[in-house]
């Protein structure tokens, strides 16, 4: 009865407070006005899945009102003694502040189904499907804002009892503000930038690892059990402090007693917690996890010895949640040490010829297999564990046709890194592509058996089994939506607005690039494939003959003007296998890209040679330009005649020399006729 009359007191208190409920409405109106600013942006942005990451900044600027608000009411409190004045004070004291803390719970909870309310409403008119992406946003308001604005109260407890009515509190409140907010990680990003999902340092903060990006296409937010399992933790330190301070107030052995049992217990409970969350946290948002794997392929042996000497005739993979059993059939085997490419992050637990283990060993993403005399066939088990290449978290992966998440037969790592210095600098240029961007001709049987709800696979579905012919296989269980559009299969994420509105003018626009492309050099596929899966994060593009991964890299809407411009230089890369040096490839792919979207009268940006150039010697530098110069003064025809001609010539033996005196014959009156 006591408890209930105090729950009732103090939810008066917060109603009538001009600092707890001014502090309430003031998140609500910044929320509102932040979300006016993102729609009023000129650019006409489409990160809707970032959008929840307003709330962060949020959370960071009420927080510290509610800590202070609860520090002087519970801090008069204490001071006034009344705890000590009756036998019962001390239990009188934990109710008060449970009292609080339920009162306080309860407005966040509020607060959280006000802001959920906000954001789909803001989703529904925009578009956004209905899916489990109301869900997740649902989760995520409660990892995020949820969370750390109901722990606002124990550091305003904590202050209170340990300082009471100092001047000093003020300061500590400040401290524990910019220490424990939300906004953290970014406040010292030299130091949470290195920390990674399964760091102990990770425990360290409740907020994001990067605050700007919230959302991958597919895999969702970036909520997890390894979030919720932080705040249970951070949650358990708080709630122990608190019995710790408050031990003083005890007036019996008894109560004193009582809260040295569960003291005592509460080590064993935070540590649990935090193991849990460190061994649950995903990978796929850590800036220091991307930054690892990038410097784990820097120091692979790009010169690893590989055995090629066998012919794959099928291939059968079963996934069973995150446990992949692949056998792998063989039409020839002229070898007794054969090696594939296996993404290196995935532990294999064995590899059996004839249902019998046999020896293996592993650099990088090559494996040797030592075989037995007759293997016709090899059954590989391992695990597809969530990493930032390839994440793997609430039951989401995409596991695209460029990565070896299954044995392939390749002769390289999965993933190569161009170095280069920039002339006359010490700064470094680096680019990256998967080795597997152009897929070989060669097609092989498989046959995919995966538990789960599937969102994508470019296997045609057979009875419970994907199977049929393919150059590689592509697998999505995630976030997403799917459709026919005029004999295409569209593939989209879930924070995309409904996309059978806006196909009819993305689809033609492929089609007229990849028509364009064609006419400037040889493409790997004949014509554009039939499925089509686009994304604005977290995937790689490349096109097979059979589905086109397109990945935009940006916030931009698919089909506004900005996107046009990219559609040229993205189905260059994507179908113009690379020739010559690795400047030159892209030097060509950038004069290729202008004149295509002159061709097509675009506006475009006319630049006198590409970044990349930006390593080679100035003299080198000052000729391409001349070079751009000279191919700005050439009829379209004749551009495009230049063009052809330098892809078809260019090898590694190439010089800048040859390029320019090719586009003064191309300028020559009768070279083209």
């Given at each position: 009865m006591r408890w209930k009359f105090l729950f009732v007191f103090y939810l008066k208190q917060m109603f009538k407070s001009k600092l707890y409920a001014g502090a309430s409405i003031l998140f609500f109106v910044l929320l509102i006005a932040r979300l006016?600013?993102?729609?009023?942006?000129?650019?006409?942005?489409?990160?809707?899945g970032q959008l929840p990451h307003e709330v962060l900044m949020l959370v960071q600027?009420?927080?510290?009102?509610?800590?202070?608000?609860?520090?002087?009411?519970?801090?008069?409190?204490?001071?006034y003694g009344v705890q000590s004045f009756f036998t019962d004070g001390y239990r009188i004291m934990l109710e008060k502040m449970s009292a609080m803390f339920a009162v306080h719970v309860l407005c966040?909870?509020?607060?959280?189904?006000?802001?959920?309310?906000?954001?789909?409403?803001?989703?529904?008119?925009?578009?956004i499907e209905p899916s489990d992406f109301y869900l997740s946003l649902l989760r995520f308001l409660a990892v995020y804002m949820f969370g750390p604005l109901v722990l606002s109260i124990m550091y305003g407890l904590m202050v209170a009892m340990f300082f009471g009515t100092?001047?000093?509190?003020?300061?500590?409140?400040?401290?524990?503000?910019?220490?424990?907010?939300?906004?953290?990680?970014?406040?010292?990003?030299?130091?949470?930038?290195?920390?990674?999902?399964?760091?102990?340092?990770?425990?360290?903060?409740?907020?994001?690892?990067?605050?700007?990006?919230?959302?991958?296409?597919?895999?969702?937010?970036?909520?997890?059990?390894?979030?919720e399992l932080k705040l249970l933790t951070w949650f358990l330190v708080l709630f122990g402090m608190i019995l710790m301070l408050s031990i003083r107030w005890a007036l019996t052995a008894r109560e004193r007693n009582v809260v040295m049992k569960v003291l005592l217990v509460l080590p064993f409970l935070v540590v649990a917690s935090?193991?849990?969350?460190?061994?649950?946290?995903?990978?796929?948002?850590?800036?220091?996890d991307q930054t690892t794997e990038i410097n784990d392929y820097r120091k692979m042996n790009t010169d690893v010895k590989t055995d090629l000497r066998y012919d794959i005739q099928s291939y059968s993979i079963s996934l069973k949640e995150k446990q992949a059993t692949v056998h792998v059939k063989f039409s020839r085997m002229d070898t007794m040490k054969p090696t594939f490419q296996l993404y290196h992050a995935y532990p294999i637990k064995w590899i059996q010829a004839d249902h019998k283990r046999i020896k293996f060993a592993r650099e990088g993403d090559i494996v040797t297999v030592y075989l037995p005399e007759g293997t016709t066939s090899l059954t590989f088990r391992y695990d597809i564990v969530d990493t930032s290449f390839i994440p793997y978290t609430n039951g989401r992966t995409v596991l695209l046709a460029d990565k070896a998440w299954y044995p392939k037969k390749r002769a390289s790592q999965m993933y190569k890194i161009y170095e280069f210095v920039i002339y006359g600098t010490k700064e470094r240029l680096w680019w990256d592509e998967f080795t597997d961007q152009f897929l070989p001709k060669e097609n092989n049987d498989f046959t995919l058996k995966v538990d789960g709800d599937v969102l994508f696979c470019n296997l045609p579905k057979r009875g419970s089994v994907?199977?049929?012919?393919?150059?590689?296989?592509?697998?999505?269980?995630?976030?997403?939506?799917?459709?026919?559009?005029?004999?295409?299969?569209?593939?989209y994420p879930a924070d995309w607005p409904k996309m059978d509105e806006r196909v009819s003018t993305v689809v033609p626009q492929l089609e007229e690039a990849f028509q364009d492309v064609r006419q400037l050099a040889p493409t790997t596929v004949s014509s554009l494939p039939k499925t089509i899966v686009f994304s604005s994060f977290g995937l790689s593009s490349f096109m097979a003959n059979d589905h086109l991964v397109y990945n935009t890299n940006n916030s931009y809407a698919i089909d506004k003007y900005h996107l046009e411009q990219d559609f040229y230089e993205k189905m260059l890369r994507l179908s113009v296998q690379p020739k010559g040096s690795f400047v030159m490839y892209n030097e060509w792919i950038h004069a290729?890209?202008?004149?295509?979207?002159?061709?097509?009268?675009?506006?475009?940006?006319?630049?006198?040679?590409?970044?990349?150039?930006?390593?080679?010697?100035?003299?080198?530098?000052?000729?391409?330009?001349?070079?751009?110069?000279?191919?700005?003064?050439?009829?379209?025809?004749?551009?495009?005649?230049?063009?052809?001609?330098?892809?078809?010539?260019?090898?590694?033996?190439?010089?800048?020399?040859?390029?320019?005196?090719?586009v003064k014959e191309s300028g020559a009156i009768g070279y083209l006729h």
């Open positions: 006016i600013l993102f729609f009023s942006d000129p650019y006409d942005m489409e990160a809707y600027m009420v927080s510290i009102f509610y800590i202070v608000f609860f520090y002087l009411l519970h801090s008069k409190e204490l001071l966040q909870g509020i607060m959280v189904m006000i802001a959920y309310g906000i954001f789909s409403l803001v989703y529904f008119i925009v578009g100092k001047k000093i509190s003020f300061f500590v409140i400040l401290v524990v503000w910019i220490v424990t907010g939300s906004m953290t990680t970014e406040l010292f990003i030299d130091f949470f930038q290195k920390v990674h999902a399964n760091d102990w340092k990770s425990l360290l903060f409740i907020g994001k690892h990067a605050v700007q990006h919230v959302y991958n296409s597919y895999i969702g937010f970036e909520v997890d059990r390894g979030n935090a193991y849990g969350s460190l061994e649950s946290n995903t990978k796929a948002f850590t800036r220091a994907y199977s049929g012919e393919a150059q590689a296989v592509t697998l999505i269980k995630g976030q997403g939506h799917r459709f026919v559009y005029k004999g295409y299969q569209i593939i290729a890209a202008q004149f295509l979207m002159e061709k097509r009268d675009l506006r475009k940006i006319d630049m006198f040679r590409s970044h990349q150039s930006d390593v080679l010697p100035k003299s080198k530098q000052e000729l391409i330009k001349s070079i751009y110069f000279a191919f700005q003064q050439l009829s379209l025809e004749q551009k495009q005649q230049f063009l052809r001609k330098w892809y078809q010539e260019m090898d590694e033996t190439w010089t800048w020399d040859q390029v320019s005196q090719l």
